[in-house]
């Protein structure tokens, strides 16, 4: 549990948190959520304010519509990390990162109260002192990998495995019912399935029968028995927590 806590720490201290596992204040009046899922779930859900706030979004992900992954985890920087300059070096000032889509693109930059003229406008990403285009500074690193979807960190280890013990059921339509004079019975069944990889990565497969759907999974029980009337949708979300106790959650629409 330890090796897990100091790997989400650095998710928690940029935004200014402190759960504490079985505590019952936080430090922050904001914070990164999904961070606070991922703590929060591992250790089963403990009794505080920021865990009860992160629960809570855990379940409306999965409330329709639309159906979201409930656990985020490439929105949980925990590999994130800034390496400032010299105490004395100049800061440079950052115009517009995303120059670099459209780099023909113009940007004026004031440098007193005087219009400038079009002519004065210059390619903007980076300028120093206003008037040039340039390199950021040696010592200015900026280190977000959250690119893909999966976290920013190695969390293939055993200590994650609660992340990847996450499973989505997402019954989008069931029914049975008796048409014909014959009496046939009709059924349907739709579901599809999401699933965690090994770094955090979120699929949706689909699903094949009700059996299927874990135990805990109420309302379709006597589908393919006879054929009692039967119309059914709901997600069901299950997990299990670092220490491999069972939970889980069920929305029907």
Not at 66 to 87: T, Y
Not at 140 to 158: E, K, R
Not at 161 to 184: H, K, L, P
Not at 210 to 225: C, F, T, V
């Amino acid at each position: 549990m330890q090796a897990l806590l100091s790997k989400v720490a650095t998710g928690l201290t940029a935004v200014g948190i402190s759960l504490g596992l079985g505590a019952s204040q936080t430090t922050a009046q904001s914070y990164q959520i999904d961070c606070a899922i991922l703590l929060c779930l591992s250790g089963g859900w403990p009794a505080s304010t920021p865990c009860a706030r992160a629960r809570a979004e855990f379940i409306r992900r999965i409330t329709p519509w639309p159906v979201e992954p409930p656990l985020q985890i490439w929105r949980c920087p925990m590999g994130a990390n800034f390496s400032a300059p010299e105490k004395n070096a100049h800061l440079p000032r950052l115009w517009d990162i995303l120059a670099h889509e459209t780099p023909n693109r113009q940007q004026s930059v004031p440098q007193s109260t005087v219009a400038l003229t079009p002519q004065d406008a210059q390619p903007a990403v980076y300028l120093k002192g206003g008037s040039s285009l340039d390199r950021l500074p040696d010592g200015f690193i900026i280190t977000l990998t959250q690119s893909t979807p999966g976290a920013d960190i190695d969390i293939s280890g055993p200590e994650f495995n609660f992340v990847r013990s996450i499973r989505v059921y997402n019954v989008t339509y069931a029914s049975q019912r008796e048409s014909g004079r014959d009496g046939d019975c009709n059924r349907f069944f739709s579901m599809r399935i999401g699933t965690y990889g090994t770094q955090g990565d979120f699929h949706w497969s689909r699903g094949s029968s009700p059996n299927q759907l874990p135990g805990a999974h109420e309302g379709l029980e006597r589908y393919g028995e006879h054929c009692p009337d039967i119309f059914h949708r709901s997600v069901f979300v299950d997990w299990r927590d670092y220490e491999g106790n069972y939970g889980f959650e069920q929305v029907n629409y």
